[in-house]
T-cell receptor, first 112, second 116 residues
Framework: DAGVIQSPRHEVTEMGQEVTLRCKPI?????LFWYRQTMMRGLELLIYFNNNVPIDDSGMPEDRFSAKMPNASFSTLKIQPSEPRDSAVYFC??????????FGQGTRLTVV | AQTVTQSQPEMSVQEAETVTLSCTYD???????LFWYKQPPSRQMILVIRQEAYKQQNATENRFSVNFQKAAKSFSLKISDSQLGDTAMYFC?????????????FGGGTRLMVKP
């Protein structure tokens, strides 16, 4: 298995633009997580899905952020409109229930 | 809610020496997992070791071992025979397994530098 695949690896966008981050979890995994990593706040859980259903989205910063998981093999995290303070590394991770989470390589987002 | 605390923001060790990274956590759960992840400069998050709370035996993975003290809610990572490639950020993480799911809570991380 190729592991968790995220795209793009890097994204630079202008303030106000829409940004979409993509994630393909490991085949067979039923849980998917979106994390954000910054120097100031460390690793923060934004949202997680179990069997494609959002279970906890309390970490989503505000209405500008939204996440979807239309099927077991794909998820998106969208920011609209983006702001400079959204600049961070965004990680996607997947796991089986009550098992180790495996991470993608992350997307470094820069909003200028 | 669970919290994970890593009290050492930075540490350094000489190559071939042993180093211990500290982690404490707070939870009211009785069944859970604990993890150590490594994040090298490449930023990839890599699982180092995992411990089930119901197991009394400390987990070991080659040069990496843990000291799990459930009553004290302590979960330290020992790296033996440190290598230059061990230079990285190390994150302690907690996962409760209950009906609500299996979300991970991370500590703030410890930056480890292995010196030649």
């Amino acid at each position: 298995d190729a592991g968790v695949i995220q795209s793009p690896r890097h994204e630079v966008t202008e303030m106000g633009q829409e940004v979409t981050l993509r994630c393909k979890p490991i085949s067979g995994h039923n849980s998917l997580f979106w994390y954000r990593q910054t120097m100031m706040r460390g690793l923060e859980l934004l949202i997680y899905f179990n069997n494609n259903v959002p279970i906890d989205d309390s970490g989503m910063p505000e209405d500008r952020f939204s996440a979807k998981m239309p099927n077991a093999s794909f998820s998106t995290l969208k920011i609209q409109p983006s702001e400079p303070r959204d600049s961070a590394v965004y990680f996607c991770a997947s796991s089986l229930t009550r098992a180790t989470a495996f991470f993608g390589q992350g997307t470094r987002l820069t909003v200028v | 809610a669970q919290t994970v605390t890593q009290s050492q923001p930075e540490m350094s060790v000489q190559e071939a020496e042993t180093v211990t990274l500290s982690c404490t956590y707070d939870t009211s759960e009785n069944n859970y997992y604990l993890f150590w992840y490594k994040q090298p400069p490449s930023r990839q998050m890599i699982l180092v070791i995992r411990q089930e709370a119901y197991k009394q035996q400390n987990a070991t993975e080659n040069r990496f071992s843990v000291n799990f003290q459930k009553a004290a809610k302590s979960f330290s990572l020992k790296i033996s025979d440190s290598q230059l490639g061990d230079t990285a950020m190390y994150f302690c993480a907690f996962m409760a397994y209950n009906n609500a799911g299996n979300m991970l809570t991370f500590g703030g991380g410890t930056r480890l530098m292995v010196k030649p």
